[in-house]
């Protein structure tokens, strides 16, 4: 079995429209002061923009999403 983490972390752009950006491997002891902070960085340098150019505006949350995958047949081509 393999778990994989991945960090989610959704904006609102200037529009009102939710910009979502997901990270591999994020650190096990990440914090949501270590998000809000990324975010604030995000914002105030206008790192990111929708395809019309919007800046984001906000972090509207941000999550850990784990996945566990068992195989049920293995891969045979290996």
Do not use: C, W
Not at 34 to 44: E, K, M
């Amino acid at each position: 079995m393999a778990t994989t983490n991945t960090l989610e972390v959704i904006f609102l752009d200037e529009a009102g429209d939710t910009k979502r950006f997901s990270f591999n491997d994020p650190k096990s002891d990440i914090t949501a002061e270590h998000v809000q902070a990324f975010g604030q960085s995000v914002i105030t340098t206008e790192l990111f923009q929708s395809p019309e150019g919007d800046a984001m505006t906000q972090v509207k949350r941000a999550y850990v999403r784990s996945v566990t995958e068992r195989d049920l047949i293995e891969d045979v081509t290996a």
